[in-house]
């Protein structure tokens, strides 16, 4: 039993601790720094962005789950388009496929949330606390002033950082102006708060505390990536023969220095610095060969170049590579190899999505229209004689001005429709109707119709008449 805990409790020590990374200069990392300032700046300001608009509130992207609109610019997504979103889900995993069987886990490595949000919280740990030798020293050091200064400095913007990600989020699906006033003076729904401790807490635990963590413990992606992955699939990739050559890696000591010392004695290229190993954000040894861990982000690539650079060696150690490039005797210059059925296959599921998305959007009706039979019951005789059938009609507008509708009739005389004491059909900008609708015919004129068309005309100039198929019941 003690035997059992103690190994369970140095396995939970093993496990919990961070990797503390070093920081690195290069393509990648600048690559990194670019899409995070992009996604950030897109985040963090579009709920900001005012829009110019009749039917809703003036904010460029809104996702109005009181109204059940969502707003994105000029585009009005109303219920009945939720269809977009399963289309909308496709095309993210085909992309996501497409991407994997081409160059890895790119999405991962630069555009992930969780590495784009621990990518800021480490750089926040370097700012205040230092380069990774001065973190790992601080780590280890008890608390005192230095300690609680720079370490609970770091935590507080992790978690100022973590509330205002939260409040961005929530301020999309609400007025954010008003929303962000009502916060702070208590007067926002419980929902949004609820949704601001929620996010806050999630945010910091996930790229605060967590890290890594996630990303080898918790999502799933990294354990199916491999299904997707193919040898001519270009990877971050060590070039086991290049840096261990026939008798291993080896520091440069005298008579191991130069590139020519090293190669006539048999010894690879890599100097066994543990500079990429340092640098990795999830902490493992890319030498030992693609792991499930590496999210590609490329870190290694800079750090190992950069050490190329300074011995005087050739770069591309580790690179971006492909496992069949790597087996051939002598490697050739990576390229993207994309003339596979997989990756083919991926790109066309894509192409065909997104076109068909984008079509769907282009041809959008303005307005929407169900008509229903009332079936309970499916007639009735009038005491004239006549046959009356029930319709409930539901006119959705979805234009950003006030709509008005005629209806008519071909199959049926006009004199058939009875609306009431409906003066006209009007739906207000970005609503809808439901209107009840009688179709009175004589008994010789229903014995004839079982269908006939209603055909409904918006008084906007241009606009085209619907029309509806519809049934007509009668007494057999
Ligand atoms: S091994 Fe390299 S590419 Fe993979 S996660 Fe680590 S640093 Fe990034
Ligand atoms: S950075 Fe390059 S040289 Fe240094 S240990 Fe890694 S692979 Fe070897």
């Not at 007639?379 to 509708?405: C, F, M, P």
């Amino acid at each position: 039993m003690q035997a059992g805990s103690a190994k369970q409790s140095t396995l939970l020590h093993k496990t919990i601790p961070i990797v503390v990374t070093r920081s690195v200069k290069g393509k990648f990392r600048n690559f990194k720094t670019a899409v995070m300032v992009l996604a950030y700046s897109i985040y963090f300001s579009l709920p900001w962005l005012p829009w110019a608009r009749f039917s809703g509130d003036n904010q460029a992207v809104m996702f109005d789950l009181a109204t059940r609109r969502f707003f994105i610019f000029d585009l009005i997504v109303y219920p009945q388009d939720i269809f977009w979103l399963a289309m909308l889900l496709f095309i993210a995993a085909a992309l996501l496929f497409f991407t994997t069987g081409l160059i890895g886990r790119a999405w991962c490595g630069f555009f992930c949330f969780q590495t784009l949000w621990t990518d800021l919280f480490i750089l926040i740990e370097q700012t205040i606390q230092g380069e990774r030798n001065a973190r790992l020293r601080l780590k280890k050091q008890p608390w005192n002033l230095e300690k609680i200064i720079k370490v609970g400095g770091s935590h507080f913007l992790m978690i100022a950082i973590s509330f205002w990600t939260a409040v961005t989020f929530a301020a999309y699906f609400t007025h954010a102006p008003q929303f962000v006033r009502d916060l702070f003076t208590g007067h926002a729904a419980d929902a949004g708060y609820i949704t601001v401790l929620a996010l806050t807490i999630t945010t910091y635990a996930a790229a605060g505390l967590l890290r890594e963590h996630i990303c080898t413990l918790a999502c799933p992606y990294a354990r199916f990536q491999g299904v997707m992955y193919e040898s001519d699939t270009l990877a971050v990739s060590y070039d086991t023969r290049r840096g261990e050559g026939e008798k291993g890696r080896t520091i440069p000591i005298v008579g191991l220095r130069t590139h020519e010392e090293r190669q006539a004695q048999g010894h690879g290229d890599c100097i066994d610095c543990g500079f990429c190993v340092q640098v990795c954000p999830t902490g493992i040894d890319i030498r030992d060969g693609l792991q499930y861990q590496c999210i590609s982000c490329g870190l290694c690539i800079d750090a190992c170049n950069n050490i190329m650079d300074s011995v005087g060696y050739p770069r591309g150690l580790i690179r971006y590579d492909s496992e069949s490039n790597l087996n051939n005797p002598i490697p050739k210059k990576p390229k993207l190899e994309w003339m596979r059925l997989k990756v083919l296959g991926y790109a066309a599921a894509l192409l065909l999505m997104s076109g068909l998305l984008f079509y769907n959007i282009g041809t959008r009706a303005q307005t929407e229209i169900t008509v229903q039979q009332v079936r309970q019951p499916l007639y009735t005789v009038l005491s004239d004689g006549n046959i009356r059938n029930r319709y409930q009609i539901h006119i959705v507008n979805k234009t950003e001005h006030a709509e008005t509708y005629t209806l008519s009739a071909e199959g049926i005389p006009d004199s058939a429709i009875d609306l009431g004491n409906l003066p006209a059909i009007k739906v207000r900008a970005a609503k809808d109707l439901t209107l009840n609708l009688k179709i009175n015919l004589s008994p010789e004129a229903a014995r004839k119709t079982q269908e006939f068309d209603l055909i409904i005309t918006p008084a906007t100039q241009g606009a085209e008449p619907i029309k509806i198929e519809t049934n007509f019941s009668s007494p057999k």
